[in-house]
Nanobody, 114 residues
Framework: VQLQASGGGLVQAGGSLRLSCVAS????????MAWYRQTPGKQRELVAA???????NYADPVKGRFTISRDNTRNTLYLQMDSLKSEDTAVYYC?????????WGQGTQVTVSS
């Protein structure tokens, strides 16, 4: 199974972007899906996650601005990012955790200009 992330780009502060992550096939026994981000020299950090039951959690810096969602019929995970700030600049990665392993997407660059 491969994950293809897209939707990144260059946006001005205060703007919005919507990231998508499409799985090439359905993943058996998905327990959670998430978005992470990473900047040079720093560890990858969790941005938002959604469980199989639909429960969500967000990192404090993005609460109230980002929304994670999924479309199971399309094997797709989304991240709606509003009110973007320069500190949101990073490479964003999607991940899907199944029964036996976690799958990762290739990353999509988000750059927010101030």
């Amino acid at each position: 199974v491969q994950l293809q992330a897209s939707g990144g780009g260059l946006v001005q502060a205060g703007g919005s972007l919507r990231l998508s992550c499409v799985a090439s096939a359905a993943i058996f026994g998905v327990t959670s899906m998430a978005w992470y981000r990473q900047t040079p020299g720093k560890q990858r950090e969790l941005v938002a996650a959604i469980t199989r039951s639909g429960a969500t959690n967000y990192a404090d810096p993005v609460k109230g601005r980002f929304t994670i969602s999924r479309d199971n019929t399309r094997n797709t995970l989304y991240l709606q990012m509003d009110s973007l700030k320069s500190e949101d600049t990073a490479v964003y990665y999607c991940s899907i955790t199944g029964v036996t392993r976690t799958f990762w997407g290739q990353g999509t660059q988000v750059t927010v200009s101030s």
